[in-house]
């Protein structure tokens, strides 16, 4: 009897231990005030949100939903990521000319899956050279929930929206930041000095 007793108490302070864990984790992370996101459309909604009030310096821009199971060449020209397979739905907003630097995309990462590497990727991933006359400045990512939102453009341009997603959201995870960086020119193709030379007099 006094066996059992102590089995049924261990298992007890077993579960307590687990559930005080758990709860802890929950409180630890940042509480997102974003909806809950049950189709692609939830997040169209979102960045449509986010671009209230905001649209004044931002060119003609075409949101709509990537199927990266039927079209995933589309899908990895608008995130510059190939793996999304811990991805439940993915939107992207797109300047109509080709030539503005401008791209934000939106993510809904799948149950048990580590939103915080996917943000890290989808800004390790992002090319801000991706255009060809023109580069984004910065792009800007972070996290709220099960969402990864990111935005690259012109410096002034990405904070602006970037910010408005976090109003929008309440809580975020860890926000990370990218610069672009002119690539340097290689000595043999660096232009000559053709400043004459100084004479004495």
Not at 5 to 17: F, N, R
Not at 27 to 37: A, F, M, R, V
Not at 75 to 96: K, L, R, W
């Amino acid at each position: 009897m006094k066996n059992v007793v102590k089995i049924i108490l261990a298992i007890v302070i077993v579960v307590a231990i687990v559930a005080g864990v758990v709860l802890f984790l929950n409180n630890s992370k940042p509480k997102s005030n974003l909806p809950e996101i049950t189709q692609a459309e939830d997040l169209i909604a979102i960045v449509n949100k986010v671009y209230e009030g905001n649209t004044e310096n931002l060119p003609m821009l075409d949101t709509q939903v990537l199927d990266f199971v039927n079209t995933p060449e589309t899908a990895q020209y608008a995130t510059d990521i190939e793996d999304f397979s811990n991805i439940e739905y993915a939107v992207a907003s797109m300047p109509m000319m080709n030539a503005q630097a401008y791209s934000l995309t939106i993510l809904k990462v799948k149950d048990g899956a580590n939103v915080e590497e996917v943000a890290k990727m989808v800004n390790e991933k992002a090319q801000l050279n991706r255009w060809v006359c023109v580069c984004a400045d910065k792009v800007l990512t972070t996290s709220s929930g099960n969402v990864v939102f990111s935005i690259m453009s012109n410096a002034e341009i990405a904070q602006t929206i970037y910010d408005s997603f976090k109003a929008l959201a309440g809580g975020i995870g860890e926000e990370y930041v990218r610069e672009f960086e002119q690539p340097e020119m290689p000595e043999d193709m660096m232009p000559e000095d053709t400043t004459p030379a100084a004479t004495e007099e």
